[in-house]
């Protein structure tokens, strides 16, 4: 939920705006208004600063920097040339030459060797393993039948001293990287304290004054929960200072207050934006359909499992983000159960699970396939409760008698569809079903196309209706429709897992031969996790989207808010 904002107003003399803004920045509280670009040379100064800071941090994090990169290209690119120099041994190419001697260097494979070569041309065998000869040919060597090798560059004793040289160099660059490392937290703090500058500075020059510059004027904004601690505090300065509710028109910052499961979608909602003052917080909607329908595209409780042992083994990487995936995890773990799938393996076949069979998902659901029938319905349950929330937070906003249209859409399609739903599992009658359908069309279009605004021409409001019927009827349709995604991205994840299954099987064979594990066992792990990292990529993009575009749409969410940044330390 949104939190409450207390408005503050501070009148100070302009002399102690300095200690004033170093005081609200101890409390920690209170977001002060201020500029959030350069105002001056010293915010510009700052801000410059900040920026270098991170960058050094950054680079000593990583551990490398380019002239490291560079080092280490050039000792690969050594290493690899000492591999060849060291076949041929310390020779030096002036010396040889000096004596008149001209050498062709050569490789073959072992069996293409031909001891008979020796008696035409001057062959000297230098290296020789199972697999290859090294040899070269001493003076004349035309007509030979294999093709020359290009000849050492350099002596192989020259080569090593190079290395040594480069080796002892990388070493030094690296000792001194990680002296460096041990910088970082006077580094972070002062980075921090930079940081916290800056923000006083774009306070203040966020400041208005008054009287010849005597006095300045401040405006900001606190959670109204904790407006008797700051009264008390604001009393101890010298300060004149007001309060009273923030409204959306003071366009305050949001808050969220959520329990412990909800807030770890909060980072979901402000991929889109915070909600404005007067409208709602959509992270508990987000929260739950955005779980559903993450295990929904998984579909899989093996790859629920991977997740939940990637979230535990990667609890100090992903930080605040661990949670979240263990979260997901178990969802996909307890939806790929329901769905009978572990690892693209269809369990509800297994002997062992014959005693609980009756709470797998069946297959088929009024004659259509069970998964698509279910992604239908979360999806008219997700709109529907999107038009909902529309009709709440318009009342709220305007009153009920400015929000009939809304109300009148909200009868007619989600009454509409809890009438029908009822009356198809029996729990109305035909005759009652009527006779309700019948008053929701009366109520629905005299809100859609009489009182959409009341203080507005009739004939136009019908104009109105008309056209807002044909947009809701098509969007509504396709939004709906949208939702068929869950089912296609799961159906797409178990094809292709079973697809890896069926040829790791074929290539195992009936399991006799020991030789045919090792391929078998590398398929299905290659497979398997190639699959993974699809459907993951699939899972959270599409609920994602969903969220954002049909139910974000259909709620007429309003991401105008902006982010509660207290003055702080």
């Known amino acids: 939920m949104i939190e409450k904002m207390t408005r503050y107003s501070f009148i100070l003399s302009s002399s102690g705006k300095e200690e004033f803004l170093r005081s609200i920045q101890a409390l920690g509280l209170v977001d002060i208004t201020r500029c959030e670009k350069p105002a001056d040379e010293r915010s510009n100064s700052l801000l410059e600063s900040i920026s270098q800071q991170r960058k050094l941090i950054s680079e000593i994090e990583a551990g490398s920097d380019d002239n490291l990169k560079l080092y280490n290209e050039s000792l690969d690119h050594l290493l690899r040339e000492e591999s060849v120099q060291r076949i041929w041994g310390d020779w030096d190419r002036e010396k040889i030459e000096s004596l008149g001697l001209k050498l062709h260097f050569y490789s073959v494979a072992a069996k293409r060797y ?80 930079t940081e916290d500058e800056l923000a006083l500075a774009f306070a203040s020059a966020s400041a208005e004054t008054a009287a010849e510059d005597l006095l300045t004027m401040f405006e900001g904004f606190a959670p109204s929960e904790d407006d008797a601690r700051l009264a008390e505090a604001f009393d101890a ?102 769905f009978h799938s572990f690892f693209s393996m269809d369990i509800s076949q297994w002997a062992v699970m014959a005693p609980i069979k009756g709470i797998f998902l069946p297959s088929q659901i009024m004659g259509y396939d069970g998964t698509m029938v279910l992604s239908i319905i979360a999806g008219a349950v997700h709109l529907s409760l999107a038009m909902i929330i529309k009709t709440i937070v318009a009342t709220r906003r305007n009153g009920f008698l400015n929000s009939l249209g809304p109300w009148g859409w909200t009868l007619l399609v989600v009454g509409g569809a809890l009438t029908g739903t009822f009356a198809l599992i029996g729990v109305i009658d035909k005759d009652v079903t009527r006779i309700i359908i019948i008053v929701l069309g009366i109520l629905s279009a005299a809100g859609i196309f009489l009182l959409n605004d009341i203080h507005r ?113």
């Open 114 to 193: 031909d001891p008979s070569w020796e008696a035409s041309w001057a062959i000297q065998k230098v290296s020789e393993d199972k697999k290859s000869v090294w040899f070269v040919i001493v003076g004349d060597n035309e007509g030979f039948p294999v093709k020359e090798l290009p000849a050492p560059l350099r002596p192989l004793s020259l080569l090593e001293k190079d290395i040594r040289q480069l080796q002892d160099t990388i070493g030094k660059y690296s000792a001194a990287l990680e002296a460096r490392k041990a910088e970082l937290p006077k580094l972070r703090k002062k980075l921090a304290s």
């Open 237 to 338: 300065m010298d300060v004149v200072w007001f309060r009273d509710a923030a409204v959306a028109g003071d366009n305050p910052p949001i808050e969220f207050r959520n329990n412990r499961f909800v807030k770890m979608f909060e980072v979901l909602t402000d991929m889109y934006g915070r909600p404005a003052y007067d409208g709602f917080d959509p992270t508990p909607f987000i929260a739950v359909f955005f779980m559903l329908f993450f295990a929904f595209c998984m579909g899989d409780a093996g790859y629920g499992l991977i997740l939940l042992a990637l979230g535990f083994g990667l609890r100090k990487t992903l930080g605040e983000l661990a949670p979240l995936v263990l979260t997901l995890g178990t969802a996909t773990v307890v939806i790929g159960f329901l």
């Open 457 to 569: 021409n009739p004939l136009l409001n019908i104009g109105s209706g008309l056209w807002e019927t044909y947009n809701t009827a098509t969007g509504l349709l396709g939004d709906v429709l949208s939702y068929l995604r869950l089912y296609a991205l799961g159906l797409a994840g178990a094809m292709l897992g079973k697809a890896f299954n069926d040829i790791g099987s074929m290539v195992l064979g009936d399991g006799s031969s020991p030789v045919m594990w090792l391929p078998f066992v590398l398929i299905i792990l290659v497979g398997h996790t190639l699959n993974i990292a699809m459907t993951a990529l699939g899972a959270f993009v599409h609920p994602l989207r969903l969220n954002f575009l049909e139910f974000f749409k259909n709620s007429g969410y309003d991401a105008s808010g902006r982010r509660y940044n207290p003055l702080k330390k």
